[in-house]
């Protein structure tokens, strides 16, 4: 049974806008007053509404006038959390750097002793409302990393919430293992950390269906980089996609990411030429966190000079406790996008087949035949209206795999 979903005003479908490097707004690919074709999951054909109508079994009326774009990808959160950490922020905004409260055992470390201490039931009831939220902010697609439990058991017990938080939730959750976040304070030797994870921990992940990707922080306040690059390696032997937290204070993470082939290298703040160039060379897609940035009151990702070094560019929220808590991703997309200098192009791809290239995913991002019906739709009558205003208006529609939600 076919679908006729529409009139929309204007289509985004971003269909032959190519994977990396600038773009301008020709690429948008834009279909006025169209209508997209869906049959069960997938879009079977976009085009001119009324054209289209002779060949669906069905018609769903869209009333008023908007906009459809993709559904939005998150390729980058730490959703699953206990406890606050109203404390640290408050301690930057008096001027305390992020770095000095890890290293006197708050931050990140902080919300470990939470995580641990707190229930499946209660970590999961969290991830539902957070995903939830971002779900009716038209993100279709989240990334979901661990990383506060940082011990076989406890990182083993996050994943688990995140397999099972999947039934209770129309978005696709995107499990990735971070357990090699920061040394937790058991172990006195990082390396021996990392051994620990890579004996213990890996081989389970593939086993019990817990998720297919590795991430590591690679800092020296984390994990220094020939250390980071070992584990990474180890990982990939094992089978495993990468993706790595890369120069957010200092280089180096993105250099290995590039060598291992990381489908992503995330946060890219201090990058200097020298990265942004190795990036643009290759097929690792580099991440961009503005609300990191925001959250920590410090510069952004080096966004257009990626872009115009010919690198794939994500944007990403980075939603967690710490650095992030805001998690609006089109807020802090319209914010780096006004900042960075980017196109709408640049930045509503960066949001959606960009970011699920990120993530291994080429199914979909685009408003094309062949890719899911992950559809959201603006009321607004020019797609130039929702970057202009900056997240304050959302989709008041979304369709996930061609459902109405
Ligand atoms: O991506 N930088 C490392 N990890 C997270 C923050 C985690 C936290 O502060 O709780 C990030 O910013
Ligand atoms: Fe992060």
Redesign the pocket.
Known sequence: MSKLIGPFKEIITLAKTPDKGSLDDSKLDIIKNAGVLVEEEKILKVGNFEALRGSADTVEEVIGEHVLLPGLVDC?T?LV?GGT?ARDYTLRMSGES?EKILEQGG??FD?VEKTRAASSEELKAGLIKRASRHLNDGVTTIEVKS??GLDVENELKVLEVVKNAKADIAADLIPTCLAA?VCPKEFADKKEFLTYLERELLPQLMVKGLTSRIDI?V?PS?FPVEMAKDYLAAAKKLGFDLTV?AD?FHTGGSQIAVELGARSA??LEASTEKEVALLAKSDTVAVA?PG?SIGLGMQFTPAWKLLDAGASLAIST?W?????PMGDLLVQASILGIYEKLSSAEIFSGITFRAAKALGLNDRGKIAAGMKADMIAFPVNDYREILYNQGKIKPDMVWKNGKHI
């Open positions: 980058h730490h959390w950490r992020y931050g990140i919300s990383g506060y976040h922080f800092e984390a937290h957010q995330d946060h966190l990191a980075d967690n406790p710490g650095s992030g």
